[in-house]
């Protein structure tokens, strides 16, 4: 199962130093100059769940395997990207094939970093990409309107509830809202997914800082949390220089006091991956066993079965039942025979909702 993050911004922001950092890799050419990045890249980062490491000690599993998450390093958009300026048209194609959006805004000074627009305000900055989204979103709205206004005469219920959708989210976009703050019924939140809308997608504004500034911020990162609160959104702060220091050190002690040498407790990308993972509504259950412990991610929501088919296709097609342990209760009884023998192991059956760091052994017949 995919889900991706796009890494968006303008030029010169931060974007590719912290997709290298994210993936522990040099594969986006971090230049200071815009548009060094054409094609996107993709990199699978493991999101960090120190859950996975107690159930490994408890069932001594000789693999640890954590879930995973794609992110997507974007190239830079400009001012009138909808109009295809700077290669606009193509990356706002990258933007609509991903799932949600990690927004990395400019909050330092460096004389040495050119900025697009010559100075520093983030709030300025935001609004350009924004403004460029939802341009985006208006023209692809308004030429699909009609023809869908013809299925609709011709009594197409899919067609009535897409266009009723559409004019919802046109309404917002003229009055300069993103498509997002739209309310969506249970039942049209995947007829509001198909319309692919840019400004549809969840948002998390990650803040670059200096490294000075990385434990408590600046006047710039607090503008971009007044901002993000207005829409619901989250923020974190990083400084994209720490994290790409820390990437390049090999051992995790060395990473640890060098963090604590500046204050920090964890990296910024690790709250930057567990915000991505939260943002989608992602949750994550757990397989143990002597060869590996393993994390697997689902959405929130999903039946015993989904989850099962997320291991293999066979699991779901024949699911019997799903043997389940909560985490809390297969660490406090120091695993399954523990746990069966204290009562805390359940048969859940097809209309089970997976929580969040259930252990599963599914049962299934093919």
Not at 104 to 114: A, G, L, Y
Not at 317 to 325: K, V
Request: include cysteine; aromatic fraction near 6%.
């Amino acid at each position: 199962m995919g889900f991706q993050c796009g890494i968006v911004g303008l030029p010169n922001v931060g974007k590719s130093t912290l997709f290298n950092a994210l993936t522990a890799t040099q594969s986006a050419e971090a230049a200071n100059y815009p548009f060094c990045t054409i094609e996107p890249n993709v990199g699978r980062v493991a999101v960090p769940d120190p859950r996975l490491e107690t159930l490994a000690k408890i069932a001594k599993s000789e693999k640890i395997i954590p879930t995973q998450m794609a992110f997507v390093d974007i190239a830079g958009l400009v001012k009138g990207a909808s109009q295809g300026e700077g290669l606009g048209n193509q990356f706002l194609g990258h933007i609509r094939e991903v799932d949600a959006i990690i927004h990395v805004v400019r909050c330092f000074q460096d004389s040495d970093i050119t900025h697009v627009e010559g100075t520093i305000d983030p709030l300025r900055d935001i609004a350009i990409i924004e403004t460029e989204l939802m341009l985006s979103d208006l023209e692809s709205l308004e030429k699909r309107i009609p023809a869908l206004e013809k299925k609709v005469r011709g009594k197409d219920e899919e067609a009535t509830l897409e266009l009723s959708l559409m004019k919802g989210a046109l309404d917002l976009l003229n009055a300069g809202k993103p498509a997002r703050l739209l309310e969506v019924k249970e039942d049209e939140k995947e007829a509001f997914k198909r319309l692919q809308l840019l400004t549809s997608k969840p948002v998390l504004y990650v803040c670059n800082v200096s490294e000075g500034e990385a434990v408590s911020g600046n006047d710039f990162t607090k503008k971009v949390e007044a901002y993000a609160e207005t829409e619901g959104a989250h923020t974190v702060i990083i400084s994209a220089a720490i994290e790409a220091e820390v990437s390049t050190l090999e051992s995790e002690e060395d990473k640890i006091d060098f963090l604590k040498s500046l204050g920090l407790e964890e990296t910024g990308l690790n709250r930057v991956i567990r915000s991505g993972h939260n943002l989608l509504h992602l949750i994550t259950f757990f397989t143990v066993g002597p060869k590996e412990a393993r994390a697997w991610t689902v959405h929130q929501g999903a039946r015993a079965p989904e989850a099962a088919g997320v291991i293999h296709s066979d699991f779901e097609r024949g699911f019997i039942c799903a043997e389940t342990i909560a985490f809390e209760d297969y660490a406090a009884c120091q695993g399954e025979a523990g746990a069966r023998a204290q009562g805390k192991l359940r048969q859940e059956g097809k209309n089970y909702t997976t929580k969040d760091g259930d252990v599963f052994h599914f049962r299934f017949n093919v």
